[in-house]
């Protein structure tokens, strides 16, 4: 017989299970961190009662492109994860990773963007993945290793390509890391530190991963001219190592390139006949990067979220400031480096058919530092349950939900997570359909989402009433490749 007392018990609400199955009313319990039944449990009884009458109950979200590597140790309360549903976080993203690094190098740009501190340093992969179970955070870790940050602690200098012996000491650095837990390795040939890297050291460099069909994961050398091309980089490496590939936030980039999507996503999914690809997109018009002084990304209107020499410049369009210092937008973005900015680069049009692609998870890639951080850290998920599902109707709820639960994990070989199951964890959200939505703007980009009444992470409740309740559940979750029935192997 199933016991009827469980630890929480959430009632009445209709259920979206993150299969993309259409939605049920049922009551859900959760013991021992699990969920333990799905149905209607009327005469159950639990230590903890949710109700969630006229409340969407779905699996907690996945964001699939984080920097929080340093966050989830640093401001291990995650409110801007937590606050907006989100239970677990892929870390390690664009080539950058908190591991491994040593306490005595200098982190070039973007390395620094995820705030690593010199002291307390990572030097293996596997004494970040023990920090954070020893102090965990209050969502769940999956995380990369970034082949930017491989190069930085292994290379003299990052100005050319890496030679024989270099190789062969990341490959070493790789291993590593996925034995420690590591789920795929991510780089970031778009950046100074990886630009000079070619495709064949970057097969080299990622040949550990193919015995564990780990994910090969990629901010692409091009998302504008070259994108085509860098699309096809990013398929070879992928055959050549017989992995898995993730194209991360697919866009396309300046004016001439508007409308481009009607041709990437056409060979993505051309692609896909042949190899695993997938792609994963944030819901804005912006990017956020470090802040570059090249002329291709400043043909568009930039905002400075973050200046190392000028703090004051935060929250301030790069033009005015320019104007101010009487000099142009390439020096005045010289002199406001190291940072960080978001740039206005992408059409609205190519936003929405690639959040639409059937394969297109969400991830935010916020970036959790400075005081005026892009909105997609605080308001990635709740835009697009919102804005975009409901308001602009791009596709149904139960579509937006799986592409920020099931897909994402079946995607990550996130093993019993993503899909709302008796015995799977209890990673749940509870919101209101009719109310959700993200708050956090540019002017005012730390504002919490609206309508999420309950995060349960791990059967911990993390997140009510508008509040964080201090609940530090999350794991480090390691891969499990899903075989091609698409069942855990
Ligand atoms: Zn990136
Ligand atoms: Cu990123």
Same mark, same amino acid.
Request: aromatic share 6%; proline share 6%.
């Given at each position: 017989?199933?016991?009827?007392?469980?630890?929480?018990?959430? +009632?009445?609400?209709?259920?979206?299970?993150?299969?993309?199955?259409?939605?049920?009313?049922?009551?859900?319990?959760?013991?021992?961190?699990?969920?333990?039944?799905?149905? *209607?449990?009327?005469?159950?009884?639990?230590?903890?009662?949710?109700?969630?009458?006229?409340?969407?109950?779905?699996?907690?979200?996945?964001?699939?492109?984080?920097?929080?590597?340093?966050? !989830?140790?640093?401001?291990?309360?995650?409110?801007?994860?937590?606050?907006?549903?989100?239970?677990?976080?892929?870390?390690? *993203?664009?080539? %950058?990773?908190?591991?491994? =690094?040593?306490?005595?190098?200098?982190?070039?740009?973007?390395?620094?963007?995820?705030?690593?501190?010199?002291?307390?340093?990572?030097?293996?992969?596997?004494?970040?993945?023990?920090?954070?179970?020893?102090?965990?955070?209050? !969502? $769940?870790?999956?995380?990369?290793?970034?082949?930017?940050? =491989?190069?930085?602690?292994?290379?003299?200098?990052?100005?050319?390509?890496?030679?024989?012996?270099?190789?062969?000491?990341?490959?070493?650095?790789?291993?590593?890391?996925?034995?420690?837990?590591? %789920?795929?390795?991510?780089?970031?040939?778009?950046?100074?530190?990886?630009?000079?890297?070619?495709?064949?050291?970057?097969?080299?460099?990622?040949?550990?991963?193919?015995?564990?069909?780990?994910?090969?994961?990629?901010?692409?050398?091009?998302?504008?001219?070259?994108?085509?091309?860098?699309?096809?980089?990013?398929?070879?490496?992928? +055959?050549?190592?017989?992995?898995?590939?993730?194209?991360?936030?697919?866009?396309?980039?300046?004016?001439?390139?508007?409308?481009?999507?009607?041709?990437?996503?056409?060979?993505?999914?051309?692609?896909?006949?042949?190899?695993?690809?997938?792609?994963?997109?944030?819901?804005?018009?912006?990017?956020?990067?470090?802040?570059?002084?090249?002329?291709?990304?400043?043909?568009?209107?930039?905002?400075?979220?973050?200046?190392?020499?000028?703090?004051?410049?935060?929250?301030?369009?790069?033009?005015?400031?320019?104007?101010?210092?009487?000099?142009?937008?390439?020096?005045?973005?010289?002199?406001?480096?190291?940072?960080?900015?978001?740039?206005?680069?992408?059409?609205? *049009?190519?936003?929405?058919?690639?959040?639409?692609?059937?394969?297109?998870? %969400?991830?935010?890639?916020?970036?959790?530092?400075?005081?005026?951080?892009?909105?997609?850290?605080?308001?990635?998920?709740?835009?697009?349950?919102?804005?975009?599902?409901?308001?602009?109707?791009?596709?149904?709820?139960?579509?937006?939900?799986?592409?920020?639960?099931? =897909?994402?994990?079946? $995607?990550?070989?996130?093993?019993? +997570?993503?899909?709302?199951?008796?015995?799977?964890?209890?990673?749940?959200?509870?919101?209101?359909?009719?109310?959700?939505?993200?708050?956090?703007?540019?002017?005012?980009?730390?504002?919490?989402?609206?309508?999420?009444?309950?995060?349960?992470? *791990?059967?911990?409740?993390?997140?009510?009433?508008?509040?964080?309740?201090?609940? +530090?559940?999350?794991?480090?979750?390691?891969?499990?490749?899903?075989?091609?029935?698409?069942?855990?192997?």
């Amino acid at each position: 017989m199933t016991p009827t007392h469980h630890d929480l018990l959430i +009632r009445g609400g209709t259920v979206i299970d993150g299969t993309r199955a259409p939605r049920f009313d049922a009551d859900i319990a959760i013991q021992g961190g699990r969920i333990s039944a799905i149905g *209607n449990l009327a005469g159950h009884s639990a230590d903890t009662v949710i109700e969630a009458k006229g409340r969407i109950v779905a699996p907690g979200f996945i964001d699939s492109h984080t920097h929080d590597d340093q966050a !989830v140790l640093s401001q291990a309360a995650m409110p801007f994860k937590v606050s907006q549903g989100v239970t677990t976080v892929v870390a390690g *993203n664009c080539g %950058i990773s908190a591991a491994p =690094l040593r306490p005595d190098m200098e982190l070039p740009m973007p390395l620094s963007l995820i705030d690593t501190p010199a002291e307390g340093r990572f030097t293996t992969f596997r004494a970040y993945l023990d920090a954070l179970r020893t102090q965990p955070s209050s !969502v $769940n870790v999956a995380a990369m290793v970034g082949h930017s940050t =491989l190069r930085a602690v292994t290379m003299g200098s990052l100005d050319r390509e890496a030679t024989p012996e270099e190789i062969a000491a990341m490959q070493a650095l790789v291993e590593e890391a996925m034995e420690a837990g590591a %789920i795929g390795l991510s780089t970031g040939t778009f950046y100074p530190p990886a630009v000079k890297a070619t495709t064949e050291e970057i097969i080299e460099v990622c040949r550990p991963l193919s015995a564990r069909q780990a994910l090969y994961v990629t901010h692409m050398r091009d998302e504008a001219d070259q994108v085509m091309q860098a699309l096809d980089e990013t398929f070879r490496i992928g +055959r050549e190592l017989d992995v898995p590939v993730v194209v991360s936030h697919h866009k396309v980039q300046s004016p001439q390139n508007f409308g481009k999507s009607q041709v990437t996503l056409p060979h993505i999914r051309e692609a896909m006949k042949k190899q695993r690809i997938c792609l994963d997109c944030y819901p804005y018009t912006a990017g956020s990067t470090m802040i570059r002084a090249d002329r291709g990304m400043l043909d568009c209107r930039v905002l400075i979220a973050d200046s190392q020499p000028h703090p004051e410049c935060a929250g301030r369009d790069l033009d005015d400031i320019a104007r101010e210092w009487g000099v142009d937008r390439v020096e005045a973005s010289r002199r406001l480096q190291p940072g960080s900015a978001i740039y206005f680069m992408m059409d609205e *049009n190519d936003v929405q058919r690639i959040l639409a692609f059937e394969d297109t998870m %969400i991830g935010s890639d916020g970036i959790p530092a400075g005081e005026k951080p892009h909105p997609r850290l605080w308001g990635t998920f709740p835009r697009v349950l919102g804005h975009y599902s409901r308001d602009v109707g791009l596709f149904p709820l139960e579509t937006a939900v799986w592409k920020m639960t099931g =897909l994402t994990a079946r $995607n990550f070989g996130l093993h019993q +997570r993503g899909t709302l199951q008796p015995g799977h964890h209890a990673d749940i959200v509870v919101f209101d359909a009719q109310t959700i939505r993200d708050a956090a703007s540019y002017e005012d980009p730390k504002k919490p989402a609206e309508g999420i009444d309950a995060v349960i992470v *791990n059967g911990a409740v993390t997140w009510q009433h508008g509040a964080h309740t201090g609940a +530090r559940g999350g794991q480090v979750i390691t891969r499990q490749p899903i075989s091609q029935d698409g069942q855990n192997a």
